[in-house]
């Protein structure tokens, strides 16, 4: 970490930056849904710090971790981010990646656009393809009034699994569609791993799904509840960490 801290020192503190030349058209929170990824992080840190300076944004990044030991909510924790870094900044677009990706190409531009944007469109574990044209993983951009236009993310996806899906169908049943870069820029790298303790695949979340489309209004940014336990400041991230409780048994 010390390392990345030298090779990165036009980062301010917190994992700030903003470009010295230009002013930016949009101001980027950049939310990472984490618990135990360590490694990743260094890794993803030490690819997307030089990356997004290049492409000149103004832009912060937010590490939301999970505290205790219960089953991962990945969604959960990117309404969270949502939140916190609103707090912090009046933030126009919001991007929400795994630890575990890093852009191949300079030219996908981790920005927001006329509809949620999918960034990660051709990642290497699906053949540098989608693996199905509903295909919402990985990294996604949305702006703020895009975000709020389909009530954030569902909060009540526990474990592994079709949360992003959930995601893709309220963009389409908000009247939006889905933009992405060119199969050639959108390529991306992720981490080879295991399934993590406390991720596992939840069959339940086919029922959640099976009933979005009643429940989306009260479930998302609306219904977010948690309670803030540390915000720590690093010098090339924020990290939040929080409870989110545990899945109803
Ligand atoms: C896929 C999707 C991901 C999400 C997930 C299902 C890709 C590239 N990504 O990822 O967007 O839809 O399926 O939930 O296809 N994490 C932790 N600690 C944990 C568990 C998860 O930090 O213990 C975070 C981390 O940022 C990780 C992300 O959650 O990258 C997604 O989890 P994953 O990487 O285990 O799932 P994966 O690769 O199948
Ligand atoms: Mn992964």
Not at 211 to 230: A, E, F
Request: glycine residues 8%; aromatic residues 14%.
């Amino acid at each position: 970490m010390e390392q990345l801290v030298e090779l990165n020192t036009y980062v301010e503190f917190g994992g700030h930056y903003k470009p010295p030349d230009c002013i930016p058209l949009q101001r980027i929170a950049i939310i990472i849904p984490f618990r135990n990824r360590e490694h990743h992080l260094r890794h993803w840190l030490y690819y997307l710090h030089p990356i997004l300076r290049r492409q000149q944004g103004e832009y912060g990044i937010y590490v939301i971790e999970q505290a205790g030991e219960n089953t991962f909510n990945r969604a959960k924790l990117l309404n969270v981010g949502f939140v916190e870094a609103s707090k912090e900044n009046n933030y126009d677009c919001f991007i929400f990646s795994d630890v575990d990706i890093v852009p191949e190409n300079d030219r996908n531009l981790y920005r927001c656009s006329q509809n949620p944007r999918h960034l990660a469109c051709a990642m290497d574990k699906f053949g540098y393809k989608l693996p199905y044209t509903g295909y919402f993983g990985g990294v996604v951009a949305f702006t703020k009034e895009q975000y709020l236009k389909i009530n954030g993310f569902s909060n009540n996806y526990w474990g592994w699994g079709t949360e992003d899906d959930d995601t893709y169908k309220r963009v389409t049943l908000s009247g939006m569609s889905v933009d992405r870069p060119d199969r050639n820029i959108g390529r991306t790298k992720m981490i080879r791993h295991q399934r993590d303790k406390g991720n596992e695949v939840n069959e339940k979340n086919y029922v959640v799904y099976n009933r979005m489309k009643y429940t989306r209004n009260q479930d998302g940014y609306i219904s977010l509840k948690y309670s803030l336990i540390k915000i720590e400041k690093n010098q090339l991230f924020t990290k939040i960490t929080v409870d989110i409780g545990k899945p109803p048994s």
